[in-house]
């Protein structure tokens, strides 16, 4: 199965955001338009009453297919008919069959909680997948499997916990798939900002700790990312590591994340400082072992690197690291990426997390158009099997719009070794409060099944975050205004039953 031309999307009537991803589903490469181009490759889909069809014009040549009428349907249910009819002539007309099926959703287990949680059959959920979203029986027992596996960590959780973020947006250089916002430290302007945004971020996690205590929060995990977070010196980690120590109680934490991600700038020093100042778990992220490949992405490093960082972690004393691996980067092979596979289980980290290439459109893959460089990505990924076979188990799953052939990101852990601020963040069980450039924050509505979700945005640049940190801090008052609203509606419920 290989990625199609690229060509123009023209939506019409009330076609929208589901009838989009379902046709991206089998051209990535769709490009938004408003009106027919005078040449060139194209997809129409039009929904209107009485009026709904697909067109496809692609090598000098037409095919359509228009939805029967119906008078009585939902909305939502034409909604859905649309997509199925649209989902099955492109299917038809490429010949892809998308492993997926007409998911567009990135959280497939999320669905399988919700709907357990509903009163849902175990045979009702799989018609779900299968029949409605013509999902192969193979992905969703994937998923089925993961949702088993996260549900004692979901029944454990509490209404006010949380998780806290703290994002270092710097790189040693931009890998060529990254559309995160973040630096590169190498030239005199960035290093110049890292100590004054090392400053504020510390500031700003002092005020989250304020406003934790104000909430009556409990902060179960702490995750440092990135960015590369090592890409700050020893001492500013130290700094850094050492304000949340004094902020939170450590020996309370569930977990302790801090990304150690790239050799180039991960030293035995550092990760020394890591271990020291509470790290119960850190990513060291070859996401390849070729040493053409990790050129071809940027990289500044070797594969023999990769292992000595690995060797220098054990070393220091890390008991729970996390391997990150990419299927699909340029230039890489099947047979290139199952050496991967094997080099990363031969050092049997506690995690391994098999990414699948996203296309962002701010990467440089996408901006300099250097997509197509890739090998069948789904026999890559069906290398997974020996990670089962050395005793690894899939704990959390996620997808991603823009991934090669529609395919999924998955992290595997050996038994007792699930990345939990992972599961936290991806089934929304919890608040996310995320300090720094480019921070989040998801305020989940405790205790409450398809919680109301707010977000608390922070500036995206360093200089920006830098400059308005006084807004940064105002914007946080939001977490409280959120809890004092919850607060409310608990004590007017309580009154009620109380007057009875």
Same mark, same amino acid.
């Given at each position: 199965?290989?990625?199609?031309?690229?060509?123009?999307?023209?939506?019409?009537?009330?076609?929208?955001?589901?009838?989009?991803?379902?046709?991206?589903?089998?051209?990535? !490469?769709?490009?938004?338009?408003?009106?027919?181009?005078?040449?060139?490759?194209?997809?129409?889909?039009?929904?209107?009453?009485?009026?709904?069809?697909?067109?496809?014009?692609?090598?000098?040549?037409?095919?359509?297919?228009?939805?029967?009428?119906?008078?009585?349907?939902?909305?939502?249910?034409?909604?859905?008919?649309?997509?199925?009819?649209?989902?099955?002539?492109? *299917?038809?007309?490429? @010949? /892809?069959?998308?492993?997926?099926?007409?998911?567009?959703?990135?959280? $497939?287990?999320?669905? /399988?909680?919700?709907?357990?949680? =509903?009163?849902?059959?175990?045979?009702?959920?799989?018609?779900?997948?299968?029949?409605?979203?013509?999902?192969?029986?193979?992905?969703?027992?994937?998923?089925?499997?993961?949702?088993?596996?996260?549900?004692?960590?979901?029944?454990?959780?509490? $209404?006010?916990?949380?998780?806290?973020?703290?994002? /270092?947006?710097?790189?040693?250089?931009?890998?060529?798939?990254?559309? &995160?916002?973040?630096?590169?430290?190498?030239?005199?302007?960035?290093?110049?900002?890292? *100590? $004054?945004?090392?400053?504020?971020?510390?500031?700003?996690?002092?005020?989250?700790?304020?406003?934790?205590?104000?909430?009556?929060?409990?902060?179960?995990?702490?995750? /440092? !990312?990135?960015?590369?977070? #090592?890409?700050?010196?020893?001492?500013?980690?130290?700094?850094?590591?050492?304000?949340?120590?004094?902020?939170?109680?450590?020996?309370?934490?569930?977990?302790?994340?801090?990304?150690?991600?790239?050799?180039?700038?991960?030293?035995?020093?550092?990760?020394?400082?890591?271990?020291?100042?509470?790290? #119960?778990?850190?990513?060291?992220?070859?996401?390849?072992?070729?040493?053409?490949?990790?050129?071809?992405?940027?990289?500044?490093?070797?594969? *023999?690197?990769?292992?000595?960082?690995? =060797?220098?972690?054990?070393?220091?004393?890390?008991?729970?690291?996390?391997?990150?691996?990419?299927?699909?980067?340029?230039?890489?092979?099947?047979?290139?990426?199952?050496?991967?596979?094997?080099?990363?289980?031969?050092?049997? $980290?506690?995690?391994?997390?098999?990414?699948?290439?996203?296309?962002?459109?701010?990467?440089?893959?996408?901006?300099?158009?250097?997509?197509?460089?890739?090998?069948?990505?789904?026999?890559?990924?069906?290398?997974?099997?020996?990670?089962?076979?050395? !005793?690894?188990?899939?704990?959390?799953?996620?997808?991603?719009? @823009?991934?090669?052939?529609?395919?999924?990101?998955?992290?595997?852990?050996?038994?007792?070794?699930? @990345?939990?601020?992972?599961?936290?963040?991806?089934?929304?069980?919890?608040?996310?409060?995320?300090?720094?450039?480019?921070?989040?924050?998801?305020?989940? *509505?405790?205790?409450?099944?398809?919680?109301?979700?707010?977000?608390? &945005?922070?500036?995206?640049?360093?200089?920006?975050?830098?400059?308005?940190?006084?807004?940064?801090?105002?914007?946080?008052?939001?977490?409280?205004?959120?809890?004092?609203?919850?607060?409310?509606?608990?004590?007017?419920? =309580?009154? !009620?039953?109380?007057?009875?």
């Amino acid at each position: 199965m290989s990625e199609k031309n690229t060509m123009e999307l023209i939506l019409c009537g009330t076609a929208g955001y589901e009838a989009e991803h379902t046709a991206r589903m089998f051209f990535s !490469g769709l490009l938004r338009s408003d009106r027919l181009p005078e040449q060139g490759d194209y997809l129409l889909i039009s929904a209107k009453p009485f009026a709904s069809f697909v067109l496809l014009h692609r090598d000098g040549l037409s095919l359509w297919q228009a939805l029967p009428a119906d008078p009585d349907e939902k909305l939502q249910d034409r909604e859905y008919s649309l997509c199925k009819m649209l989902y099955h002539f492109l *299917q038809k007309q490429t @010949g /892809i069959r998308p492993p997926w099926g007409m998911m567009t959703g990135v959280r $497939p287990v999320r669905i /399988i909680h919700d709907m357990r949680a =509903a009163g849902a059959t175990e045979q009702e959920i799989e018609d779900r997948f299968v029949r409605h979203f013509e999902c192969t029986p193979k992905r969703f027992e994937m998923a089925k499997r993961i949702a088993d596996l996260q549900w004692p960590v979901l029944e454990a959780a509490r $209404p006010m916990d949380c998780s806290l973020y703290a994002g /270092i947006p710097f790189c040693p250089s931009r890998c060529s798939y990254c559309s &995160f916002v973040s630096r590169t430290v190498g030239d005199k302007a960035t290093r110049a900002l890292v *100590q $004054p945004y090392v400053d504020c971020l510390c500031q700003e996690l002092s005020a989250m700790k304020q406003q934790v205590e104000q909430c009556g929060l409990n902060v179960r995990t702490l995750y /440092i !990312g990135g960015g590369t977070p #090592t890409s700050l010196s020893a001492d500013q980690l130290r700094q850094l590591m050492g304000h949340l120590a004094e902020l939170f109680d450590l020996d309370s934490l569930q977990e302790y994340t801090v990304e150690a991600g790239r050799p180039d700038c991960t030293d035995y020093e550092k990760l020394c400082v890591l271990k020291e100042y509470g790290a #119960t778990r850190i990513s060291i992220n070859p996401q390849t072992f070729s040493d053409q490949v990790l050129k071809n992405i940027g990289r500044r490093h070797t594969a *023999q690197d990769i292992l000595d960082c690995f =060797a220098a972690a054990r070393k220091a004393g890390h008991r729970n690291i996390n391997m990150d691996l990419i299927a699909g980067l340029p230039g890489d092979t099947v047979e290139g990426f199952r050496h991967s596979l094997e080099t990363a289980i031969s050092l049997e $980290p506690e995690n391994i997390t098999v990414h699948t290439l996203t296309l962002k459109r701010a990467s440089n893959l996408v901006v300099e158009h250097r997509a197509a460089a890739y090998d069948d990505v789904a026999r890559m990924l069906e290398n997974c099997v020996l990670l089962e076979k050395a !005793g690894y188990q899939p704990y959390y799953l996620y997808r991603q719009k @823009g991934t090669l052939q529609n395919l999924e990101n998955i992290g595997w852990c050996k038994p007792g070794f699930e @990345g939990l601020y992972n599961i936290y963040i991806m089934e929304e069980v919890h608040t996310i409060l995320s300090a720094g450039a480019g921070g989040s924050t998801k305020l989940v *509505q405790p205790g409450v099944r398809h919680a109301r979700i707010e977000r608390i &945005f922070n500036y995206k640049y360093p200089t920006e975050y830098i400059d308005h940190f006084d807004t940064v801090l105002a914007r946080k008052e939001g977490v409280k205004d959120f809890y004092a609203e919850y607060a409310d509606q608990n004590s007017q419920t =309580a009154g !009620g039953k109380d007057s009875d």
